[in-house]
């Protein structure tokens, strides 16, 4: 639980305002049965006789009731403006607490390296972010709140009993230690079973996650009732771990209430022997018995205390788990590298965590400002590892990247990835209007940017349709887009930014043809300006004829080099998929005649 200390420090004086009301608070409720005790031996007990054993005439029985009940009334309202004040402060902590550790957590998850999210699914972060600000609000609620109170409760009763008796406050004592330590030895079973359902709940985030972003594959395979069964699967699986959790609580709060009352019975047995003895008055037996309600009515909450600290140390492990990985690299001392004018890979090996070969193995290129290159090759051959070495999703194993002279390793990756644009094989787009998607990589464009961006990537239809312009929602309620049309999107958010380094993976792979011509049309257009780097992945030859060098890759290495036409020359594996398109193009082209 250190961290929870940690993260509760900045508050100190929070939590030390909020003990200190829950202190007045309790205390002063705790003056109520005392004030009543003394009201039933001064005037029920004898109405007609004073405390000085002299006559007490109606007067003054009127003035000495009334004065002990508005004692009675002003205790209670302090006790209530401090519990007004106590929650309060309580909630102010807990909502600060909650939002630092949840904000803490995802700035960590958000610089994690790419890879760790590769090997987890999305919703699994997002459920441990979740439940530790959960459990841990709950926690710190009871602490306060509940655990404080009991504490004062006892130190009042503590001094109160001794006072009146010795015999008395070994009890109390001795009764709420055994129901505390009974209580703690009977929830490390539930402990065992919280973890696991923890983990079985992060592990149904995730996949409840993934069924409803590939909903569309979901459905149109006819798999609904499939999933849901997988998914009732894992849900009915932590319902039985709930149900056992259930038990144990029933079975704990069943034990606790059989100690509390034996110990109330306990308790009166004593108090009436020490009547009997003339120790104690009837008052102040009726305010030792409203003593042990308050006492050992908040101590059968000492089981959900400790449930509610089970929990938040399980979410707490998790949270630190997630925290203890390791952020993406960066440099102490970054090199700044500037305007991105040469890029060069030097004998660049790569692996991934769980293959077995290579993806990349010892290859080398250059390119300087102005230049376009092209990579090709069959499924596998690592054009996609490439590009993520190259924007820095992936580091390498062996070899180095290089900007203008600099090594990857020199520098800070967000410096160079400001200077991207960058479009992927798959559209990713997010919810909101045409405006707020292509603003979102650079926020002070002008409309006149946005609209020329849009014309460049041929969104000239797309946007003629669209009702309320920039300003038109995509998706549910909105714009309908097929997935030219949002790669189309993808292409003009990319050249929003005037980016030094222009990034193409697959861009094309999810157009007609004649929409793939305008695009590459703009391609080569943007290339010939040769105001940036320009590398392209591509699967269609016809989308990077047009590169001043291709590079085509088997196996994660590069096995030929050069120009459209040279590589026609070499009839190598370049000649052969070449030679394979034009093949399936004069196929369609006959089909469709």
């Known amino acids: 639980m250190k961290i929870l200390l940690t993260y509760l420090k900045p508050y100190k004086w929070h939590v030390a305002l909020a003990l200190l009301l829950a202190g007045i608070n309790q205390t002063f409720s705790m003056f109520d049965p005392m004030i009543f005790g003394k009201l039933l031996d001064q005037y029920a007990s004898h109405p007609k006789i004073g405390a000085d054993g002299l006559p007490r005439n109606e007067e003054a029985y ?24 106590q929650d309060y402060t309580v909630n102010v902590i807990i909502q600060k607490f909650g939002a630092k550790i949840f904000t803490d957590g995802l700035k960590h998850s958000m610089r994690l390296p790419y890879q760790e999210f590769e090997d987890q699914r999305s919703g699994e972060t997002l459920s441990i972010l979740s439940k530790v600000r959960t459990d841990t609000e709950k926690f ?21 009993a001794t006072r009146l008796h010795w015999s008395i406050m070994p009890i109390y004592l001795g009764g ?27 592990s149904l985030a995730g996949s409840t996650t993934e069924s409803l972003r590939n909903i569309e594959l979901v459905k149109s395979l006819g798999l609904t009732e ?5 998914l009732n699967n894992n849900t009915y699986k932590i319902l039985g771990l709930e149900l056992r959790k259930v038990k144990n609580i029933r079975s704990l709060s069943f034990i606790q209430g059989t100690m509390v009352n034996f110990l109330r019975q306990v308790i009166t047995f004593t108090l009436m022997w020490l009547m009997f ?62 305007m991105v004018e040469e890029l060069e890979f030097k004998n660049v090996t790569f692996k991934h965590q769980t293959a077995t070969y290579n993806a990349l ?55 160079l990835r400001n200077q991207i644009g960058f479009v992927t094989q798959d559209t990713q787009l997010f919810a909101g209007t045409i405006r707020e998607n292509l603003t979102f990589v650079y926020p002070s464009a002008t409309e006149a940017d946005v609209l020329d961006a849009l014309h460049k990537s041929s969104c000239d239809n797309l946007l003629a349709r669209a009702d309320n312009g920039l300003d038109t929602m995509i998706g549910e309620g909105g714009l309908k887009l097929s997935g030219g049309e949002k790669q189309r999107l993808s292409i003009a958010r990319a050249l929003l930014r005037h980016p030094h380094l222009l990034i193409f993976d697959e861009a094309t792979s999810a157009l007609d043809s004649i929409t793939e011509e305008e695009i590459t049309n703009t391609i080569r257009t943007i290339s010939a300006e040769k105001e940036q780097i320009t590398v392209m992945i591509a699967h269609r030859l016809s989308t990077i004829m ?12 590069v096995v030929e080099t050069g120009s459209h036409q040279q590589l026609l020359e070499e009839k190598g594996l370049y000649y052969a998929m070449w030679r394979q398109q034009i093949g399936e193009r004069k196929l369609l082209a006959a089909a469709q005649a």
């Open 546 to 557: 047009h590169a001043d060098r291709i590079y085509v890759l088997e196996k994660g290495q």
């Open 277 to 338: 003895k003339e120790v104690l008055t009837v008052g102040q037996l009726i305010s030792l018995q409203f003593y042990s309600f308050f006492i050992f009515g908040p101590l059968q909450e000492i089981g959900s205390i400790i449930m509610s600290y089970r929990e938040a140390e399980a979410s707490l492990t998790n949270f630190h788990n997630l925290m203890l990985k390791k952020v993406e690299p960066k440099p102490l001392e970054p090199t700044l590298v500037g």
């Open 140 to 160: 710190i609620g009871y602490v306060i709140n509940v655990l404080f109170g009991i504490i004062v409760a006892v130190v009042f009763v503590s001094i109160y």
């Open 361 to 415: 193995d010892g290859i080398s290129f250059d390119v300087k400002k102005g230049e376009t290159i092209a990579f090709v090759g069959p499924s596998g051959a690592g054009k996609s590892t490439l590009v993520k070495l190259l924007v820095g999703l992936y580091r390498t194993n062996q070899g180095s990247i290089e900007y203008n002279g600099i090594n990857g390793n020199d520098m800070d990756f967000d410096e």
């Open 62 to 85: 009127i003035r000495g009731i009334s004065s002990m009940l508005l004692l009675l009334v002003g205790t209670a309202m302090v006790s209530r403006i401090a519990k007004a004040f």
């Open 176 to 202: 709420a230690g055994l129901i505390a330590a009974v209580t703690n030895l009977l929830s490390k079973k539930i402990k065992v079973i919280q973890k696991t359902i923890v983990k079985e709940t992060t």
């Open 226 to 230: 499939q999933e849901v069964k997988r």
